[in-house]
C-alpha cells in the first residue's frame, strides 16, 4: 500500500466511449503524475500538476484530458480512444517535483480498447 | 536523444547474487532511481543516487559513476519474492525523469 490509490483497476472500453479515471493520494503530497506504461516499453510520461497548476504536458493526444480540482486528486478523461491506447496508466505523487523527490505510483488502471 | 538501456531479461538462482546494469545518456544528470514492480502492482521506489559510489540498504545496493553514464542495482540472497521489474530511471537537466524498459527477473528455486 503506497497511500496512491486509483479506480477502476481494469476498464474495457470501444473507442466511442467516454470514461474517467480516478487517482487519489493520501499523502499530503504537491505534486501528481499521469504516465502510460505499455509492454517493454519505458514509461512514458503524459502530465504534471505541480500545486494543482499543469506544469508538463508531454505531446498527449487530445483524447487524453487531465483534471486536478485539489491537490489529493487527479482524473484522466477519455474520449474517442485508439485501440493503441490500451496500456497501464499509472498515477503517481511526489511531495514536490525537485530532482530528487521520489514517487509513489498507485496500482494503475488496465486499459483495453476495444 | 535521451537513452536509457538495461537488459529486458535476467535469470538467477534463489540465494545467489544478481547484477542489473543500467547505462544512460541524457541531457544533464541530477539523480538515478532504482524501482521495483512487481507483476500488476505499483512500481515501489528502492534507491536514489546522485554521487558516485556504492549505496548499500540491506539485500539491495545501488552503484553509481557519473563520469561512465552507469548504474547497477545489485541484489544479494535473492529470495523468490524478489521477482520483478526492476526500472532504472535518471532525473534530467530538466528535472524530468527519464525511465528506462525495465528489467524482468526471474528467480529459480
Known amino acids: 500500500e503506497t497511500g496512491v490509490t486509483q479506480t477502476p483497476r481494469h476498464l474495457v472500453m470501444g473507442m466511442t466511449n467516454k470514461k474517467s479515471l480516478k487517482c487519489e493520494q493520501h499523502l499530503g503530497h504537491n505534486a501528481m503524475y499521469w504516465y502510460k506504461q505499455s509492454a517493454k516499453k519505458p514509461l512514458e510520461l503524459m502530465f504534471v500538476?505541480?500545486?494543482?497548476?499543469?506544469?508538463e504536458n508531454n505531446s498527449v493526444p487530445s483524447r487524453f484530458s487531465p483534471e486536478c480540482p485539489n491537490s489529493s486528486h487527479l482524473f484522466l478523461h477519455l474520449h474517442t480512444l485508439q485501440p493503441e491506447d490500451s496500456a497501464l496508466y499509472l498515477c503517481a505523487s511526489s511531495q514536490g517535483n525537485g530532482a530528487a523527490e521520489t514517487q509513489y505510483f498507485g496500482p494503475g488502471t488496465r486499459l483495453l480498447v476495444l | 536523444g535521451q537513452n536509457i538501456d538495461q537488459p529486458t531479461e535476467m535469470t538467477a538462482t534463489e540465494g545467489a547474487i544478481v547484477q542489473i546494469n543500467c547505462t544512460y545518456q541524457t541531457s544533464g544528470f541530477n539523480g538515478l532511481f532504482w524501482y521495483q514492480q512487481h507483476a500488476g502492482e505499483a512500481p515501489t521506489f528502492l534507491s536514489y543516487n546522485v554521487l558516485d559510489g556504492l549505496e548499500e540498504k540491506g539485500r539491495f545496493s545501488s552503484f553509481l559513476s557519473r563520469s561512465k553514464g552507469y548504474s547497477y542495482l545489485l541484489l544479494k540472497e535473492l529470495q523468490m519474492k524478489d521477482s520483478a521489474s526492476y526500472l532504472c530511471a535518471v532525473t534530467d537537466s530538466n528535472y524530468q525523469l527519464i525511465w528506462g524498459a525495465g528489467t524482468k527477473l526471474i528467480i529459480k528455486p
Open positions: 500538476y505541480n500545486f494543482k497548476e499543469q506544469t
